[in-house]
């Protein structure tokens, strides 16, 4: 008799907040107002992968549920 594998529950990996957040910087990156750098000095961020990344760094410093970085 074959024993089935319980199913693990998933939990969501980002909350609602880091959502929002990302969802921020694709707008400001579409609207050319997204900056890199400290400051505002650097240029108008270009590239998708770099507005999710800002998206996220936000969020983690305000407390959003992030999963940690890999390295």
Sequence with gaps: MAKKKAKKKSSKK???AAQKKVKS???RKKKGTL???P???GGTVKSRK???AIGLSEA?????KVPRKSK
Aim: proline share 0%.
């Design 14 to 16: 980002y909350g609602a």
């Design 60 to 64: 983690r410093k305000k407390g959003a």
């Design 25 to 27: 910087a694709m707008h």
């Design 39 to 41: 400051g505002g000095k």
């Design 35 to 37: 900056k890199s750098g």
């Design 50 to 52: 770099q507005a999710i």
